[in-house]
């Protein structure tokens, strides 16, 4: 693509702000669709090149978090495995999909995701353990893996924002352990979306690549900081980033 100095400072630019606030809280995605398509890419390729972009810095996320003992991936491994499986068939799906309607519905996902994240009761300051294992986390684990990774694969802007408050209120786990579980199963998400977006070629490498590694560098610096500071640094800049990707969608939905 043929895109000015003016684009690609800000595509580079919003990759490094997604992934602070991808690794901190999710929704980084609400981000980085938009500029996307703002780039003058159609749909399809959007989300693909997307899905690039994000696997570099839910990779980077996900790494520091299990360093630092905050995801067991064993613990965890049904909702993993549940991921992969629903975010392959949302890709597949979408793929389905004319661009005259992704076009359409894209904007009002990304305003009810955010809508959502806002409003959504279920953040707990505590306990900072992992729940006792049974048959109901078993299928709890289940139908949230496939659920969540099912919209990562048909759209995914606020993915991680669903993964951080469904976690913590499905599992009664602080907001940083639900943190920690959000940024390993969005990059499961991610990475078998990116693989059968890349089957199916909708994929722009070179703008991927180019979000993909400010991503990543965003996210390195957010995963530090999340878990310097806790529960108290994480919750204000979620709140925040909602706030402000709902008025700019609002605006660019219905008043622009």
Same mark, same amino acid.
């Given at each position: 693509?043929?895109?000015?100095?003016?684009?690609?400072?800000?595509?580079?630019?919003?990759?490094?702000?997604?992934?602070? =606030?991808?690794?901190?809280?999710?929704?980084g995605?609400?981000?980085?669709?938009?500029?996307?398509?703002?780039?003058?890419l159609?749909?399809?390729?959007?989300?693909?090149? %997307?899905k690039?972009?994000s696997? #570099?810095?839910?990779?980077?996320?996900?790494?520091?978090?299990?360093?630092?003992?905050?995801f067991?991936?064993?613990?965890?491994?049904?909702?993993?495995?549940?991921?992969? =499986?629903?975010? =392959?068939?949302?890709?597949?799906?979408?793929?389905?999909?004319?661009?005259?309607?992704?076009?359409?519905?894209?904007? *009002?996902?990304?305003?009810?995701?955010?809508?959502?994240?806002?409003?959504?009761?279920?953040?707990?300051?505590?306990?900072?353990?992992?729940?006792?294992?049974?048959?109901?986390?078993?299928l709890?684990?289940?139908?949230?893996?496939?659920?969540l990774? #099912?919209?990562?694969?048909?759209?995914?802007?606020?993915?991680g924002?669903?993964?951080?408050?469904s976690?913590?209120?499905?599992?009664?786990i602080?907001?940083?352990?639900?943190s920690?579980?959000?940024?390993? %199963?969005n990059?499961?998400?991610?990475?078998?979306?990116?693989l059968?977006?890349?089957?199916?070629?909708y994929?722009?490498?070179?703008?991927?690549?180019?979000?993909?590694? #400010?991503?990543?560098?965003?996210a390195?610096?957010?995963?530090?900081?999340? =878990?310097?500071?806790? %529960?108290?640094?994480?919750?204000?800049?979620?709140?925040?980033?909602?706030?402000?990707?709902? *008025?700019?969608?609002?605006?660019?939905?219905?008043?622009?």
């Amino acid at each position: 693509m043929d895109l000015d100095l003016t684009m690609w400072l800000l595509i580079c630019g919003v990759g490094f702000i997604a992934g602070f =606030i991808d690794a901190i809280a999710g929704g980084g995605g609400m981000l980085t669709v938009p500029t996307l398509l703002t780039a003058g890419l159609p749909p399809h390729i959007a989300l693909g090149t %997307n899905k690039l972009a994000s696997t #570099f810095g839910t990779c980077t996320a996900s790494i520091t978090f299990y360093r630092k003992k905050l995801f067991d991936p064993l613990f965890w491994r049904v909702s993993l495995i549940t991921t992969a =499986i629903g975010a =392959i068939t949302g890709t597949l799906i979408v793929s389905l999909l004319s661009t005259e309607f992704l076009d359409k519905v894209l904007p *009002v996902i990304i305003m009810l995701t955010a809508a959502y994240t806002l409003f959504a009761k279920g953040m707990v300051e505590c306990p900072d353990r992992l729940p006792k294992k049974s048959h109901k986390l078993t299928l709890k684990q289940g139908i949230q893996g496939l659920t969540l990774g #099912f919209y990562d694969g048909i759209a995914g802007p606020g993915t991680g924002a669903f993964w951080t408050v469904s976690s913590s209120a499905l599992y009664r786990i602080n907001i940083l352990l639900s943190s920690g579980l959000a940024r390993a %199963n969005n990059f499961v998400s991610n990475l078998c979306s990116l693989l059968t977006f890349i089957y199916l070629g909708y994929v722009n490498v070179l703008l991927g690549l180019m979000m993909g590694l #400010f991503l990543m560098l965003g996210a390195w610096v957010g995963a530090h900081s999340a =878990i310097k500071h806790g %529960n108290k640094f994480i919750r204000p800049i979620f709140i925040t980033v909602v706030i402000l990707m709902s *008025v700019k969608l609002a605006w660019d939905a219905w008043l622009s």
